[in-house]
Every structure is written in C-alpha cells, then in structure tokens.
C-alpha cells in the first residue's frame, strides 16, 4: 500500500513554493496554477472568464508592467 502522506507533504510544499506575494495578497500565477490542474494556461482563462460569475470578485487581477 502507498504512504499517501509523503505525496501530501511534497503537494503541499510545491504549492507553498509557487505562492507569491503580490500587493500584500497571497497569489499564484495563473500558468503554476493551470500546471497544477494539468491545464494549458489559455484553457484556465477562458474557463475563469466564461464562469465570472463562479469566482469572488477578487479571484484574478493582471499584474501591472513593474510588478
């Protein structure tokens, strides 16, 4: 049988790893989150964008040219 806790611990830390800091909110790119899922990045958006109304206001923001 598989120790699935050892697979929990190495998700956990690639998540914590790919959470960045961004206007003093927590975030993910968009592209470390579709990787996640195992999605291209352009399918993510344009499912986010076809489901706004499925996501908190907040839940996606573009990053400005210095950030």
Do not use: C, H, W
């Amino acid at each position: 049988m598989k120790d699935e806790s050892a697979n929990d611990e190495i998700s956990n830390e690639v998540i914590i790893n790919k959470i960045l800091y961004v206007r003093g909110l927590k975030v993910m790119m968009d592209s470390d989150l579709a990787e996640l899922y195992e999605v291209e990045t352009k399918v993510l958006n344009q499912a986010v964008s076809r489901n706004a109304s499925r996501f908190p206001e907040d839940f996606m923001f573009q990053l400005t040219e210095d950030e």
